[in-house]
């Protein structure tokens, strides 16, 4: 495959320097709590360790959740993780946050492997240290911003083991409402990402909508099962072996990466039950709106080879741009 070097461009990482390389890695763990960890910043009162909480001792299962600034979401995810059918191993990856995250982790979920690299590794990057660090012969990439029914995790596992052929399994995710949100994709096309991010799009709006509505099964409505080229990386549960991601990516397009990665292999989205994704997003910023277009050429060049990369690059441009404009004037 052709090699592309991407423009190079300084980007000020929140929570610090955001070099993968070199960190220094804490790991809290419930036998050993230290004085910091006896106290929360948070109005409620810590929950006990009982023997209910117990960390599995040869988990089936191992739930990595990247958590950035999303303490009572988090709170509420590890909550709903503790009525959970199957027991599983959790691990959460705390990305330096400032909300008092993992203060309030070590203090009311003891039972969890908190990591806490003390820097920003992005979504890919904290993903791959918790997977490192999981014991599961089955890892599930999960949203902090999640609420999984009790069954949903045992679902899941169930569907994989005995399905040798598939390669990875989500679920059903819903709205607080309860509607239905609209996950799973095919793999991406070179001619979706041209059309999408550059004035082609505006010139053939009759491709594009074609375009866009097969890659993202615009006729399917969620409610029923079905295989699937691409599952979300709020939700993507794979062999252990299988699931580590590209950290070149930092952001975006992590499971595209997987998709591509797997071409021809089977993903199944499941309907058996559900998971709740209030999708409260912490990443809506111009800082991130970077970070797609950097993403998206990192996976574009690893794809599609460096001349198409480099037409994208150029025809890209002036979205970024008139972001970074509309940006100014606000």
């Known amino acids: 495959m052709d090699s592309f070097r991407l423009p190079t461009t300084s980007v000020q990482l929140p929570g610090g320097e955001g070099q993968v390389a070199g960190f220094r890695l804490q790991v809290d763990a419930a036998t050993q709590p230290t004085r910091d960890s006896r106290s929360s910043p948070t109005r409620h009162q810590p929950l006990p360790l009982t023997t209910d909480h117990q960390p599995p001792a040869n988990p089936r299962l191992s739930v990595v959740i990247v958590n950035y600034n999303t303490r ?40 969890v492997k908190l990591l806490t690299p003390n820097q920003n590794l992005w979504f890919c990057g904290g993903n791959n240290l918790g997977i490192r660090a999981s014991s599961g012969d089955y890892v599930l990439m999960l949203n902090p911003d999640t609420i999984p029914q009790p069954d949903a995790l045992r679902l899941m596992v169930d569907f994989l083991s005995v399905n040798p052929d598939y390669v990875g399994v989500t679920i059903q995710l819903r709205y607080p409402d309860g509607s239905l949100q609209p996950t799973c994709s095919t793999r991406r096309r070179y001619a979706h990402l041209l059309l999408e991010h550059s004035a082609f799009g505006w010139l053939l709006p009759g491709l594009r909508q074609r375009l866009h509505a097969v890659h993202v099964y615009a006729d399917w409505d969620r409610a029923t099962e079905r295989d699937v080229e691409a599952v979300p990386g709020s939700c993507t549960l794979m062999r252990r072996e299988d699931i580590l991601l590209d950290d070149r990516l930092l952001l975006y397009f992590p499971e595209d990466d997987l998709a591509e990665r797997f071409a021809g292999h089977k993903w199944r989205f499941l309907t058996s039950s559900y998971i709740i994704h209030r999708e409260k997003s912490v990443t809506r910023t111009w800082l991130a709106s970077r970070i797609y277009f950097r993403d998206m050429l990192t996976f574009c060049a690893k794809y599609f080879g460096r001349w198409r990369t480099g037409f994208l690059w150029l025809l890209s441009r002036p979205a970024l741009w008139g972001m970074a404009l509309k940006r100014q004037l606000q």
């Open 72 to 111: 009572e979401d988090i709170r509420l995810c590890l909550t709903a993780l503790r009525q959970s059918t199957l027991p599983a191993e959790v691990i959460v990856v705390d990305n330096a946050s400032r909300d008092g995250s993992a203060d309030m982790i070590r203090s009311e979920f003891p039972e």
